[in-house]
């Protein structure tokens, strides 16, 4: 089955940074990833995903990356700021209805 | 879109006894997931549960345990049964249509 690694697992950031976080998968037949955002006591809600008919898509300080060669995508967030303290968490599936595999999650402190 | 919501919000059980989760979705879907996320952990996934036919569980969780119904396209419930304290946990509900779309989660406390 497909396995997700997900890298930092922590993140600390001065606001006003950028942030990266990377994750890997391991089925090359997976073409969605998706990147849910989890606020502490709060549930995981997407924020943005890719499909890999694509390389990069971005919605505003938010980008993902994909290089389906080396089956990595990353997440990028620019001009952080303290509400996008949180876990993040990386996903891979086949899309459709197939259920995705979660990466670990990467806990992001940005402080003011 | 889903919105899903989840009764009971958190509870806080004694050993050996069981309860009930509720998950409810404002539209009708094929499949509902089950995960439980323990503190500081990932999204584990217990279960799928199909209408109309038995749920099909991931490794390391079984029907005794975890009994799951589905009655309808738009509800589900979750057993979490003779529980021990290992099982305090968050328990989440969780729709595909489109995207993916979870609960608020139910905070289970097991003394």
């Known amino acids: 089955g497909e396995n997700v690694e997900q890298h930092p697992s922590t993140l600390s950031v001065q606001e006003g940074d950028s942030a990266v976080i990377k994750c890997t998968y391991s089925?090359?037949?997976?073409?969605?990833f998706p990147w849910y955002k989890q606020e502490l006591g709060k549930r995981p809600q997407l924020i943005i995903d890719?499909?890999?008919?694509?390389g990069e898509k971005k919605d505003q300080r938010i980008a993902v990356t994909l290089n389906k060669t080396a089956k990595h995508f990353s997440l990028h967030i620019t001009e952080t700021q303290p509400e996008d303290s949180a876990v993040y968490f990386c996903?891979?599936?086949?899309?459709?209805?197939?259920?995705?595999?979660f990466g670990r999650g990467t806990s992001l402190i940005v402080h003011p | 879109s889903a919105v899903i919501s989840q009764k009971p919000s958190r509870d806080i059980c004694q050993r050996g006894t069981s309860l009930t989760i509720q998950c409810q979705v404002d539209?009708?879907?094929?499949?509902m997931f089950w995960y439980r996320q323990q503190p500081g952990q990932s999204l584990t996934l217990i279960a799928t549960?199909?209408?109309?036919?038995?749920?099909?569980?991931e490794s390391g969780f079984v029907i005794d345990k975890f009994p799951i119904s589905r009655p309808n396209l738009t509800f589900s419930t979750l057993t979490v049964s003779n529980m021990s304290p290992e099982d305090s946990s968050i328990y989440l509900c969780?729709?595909?249509?489109?995207?993916?779309?979870f609960g608020p989660g139910t905070r289970l406390t097991v003394t």
């Open positions: 969780s729709v595909i249509s489109g995207e993916q779309y």
């Open positions: 089925d090359s037949a997976s073409n969605y």
């Open positions: 890719i499909r890999s008919n694509v």
């Open positions: 996903a891979a599936s086949k899309g459709g209805s197939y259920i995705p595999t």
């Open positions: 539209s009708q879907v094929t499949m």
């Open positions: 549960a199909n209408q109309g036919s038995e749920a099909t569980y």
